[in-house]
């Protein structure tokens, strides 16, 4: 069975930091790639980031681009997402998701076939 499962959201002030994770389960992470969506309140869904198969490249949204890091930690089956100096209107619930495709180079789009069940954050003061 795929399962994907996020961690890491929480409630932090504005300039705030946090480091989103994604962790698998019934497959390797490392092998496909991976897209982090999010969804603020009453808005569709918004496709941020993306990373290629084994480290492949990386893709963002020109709405986070500089404060958004995404990042493989292959040891730990792992992807993360570090996001800095958190607005107000980065509160949403961010989803990890795949296709379970293997390529390198990654796309940012929002219909992937496998999401995990999303992690809150808000950004308040």
């Known amino acids: 069975q795929v399962q994907l499962v996020e961690s890491g959201g929480g409630l932090v002030q504005p300039g705030g930091s946090l480091r989103l994770s994604c962790a698998a389960a019934?497959?390797?992470?490392?092998?496909?790639?991976i897209g982090w969506i999010r969804q603020a309140p009453g808005k569709e869904r918004e496709a941020i980031v993306c990373i290629g198969s084994n480290d492949g490249n990386r893709g963002y949204a020109d709405s986070v681009k500089g404060r958004f890091t995404v990042s493989r930690d292959i040891a730990n089956h792992a992807v993360y997402l570090q996001i800095n100096n958190l607005k107000p209107e980065d509160t949403a619930v961010y989803y990890c998701?795949?296709?379970?495709?293997?390529?390198?180079?990654?796309?940012?789009?929002?219909?992937?076939?496998?999401w995990g069940q999303g992690t809150q954050v808000s950004v308040s003061s």
């Open positions: 998701a795949t296709d379970l495709v293997i390529e390198r180079m990654c796309h940012i789009k929002t219909d992937y076939s496998y």
């Open positions: 019934g497959f390797t992470l490392d092998y496909y790639a």
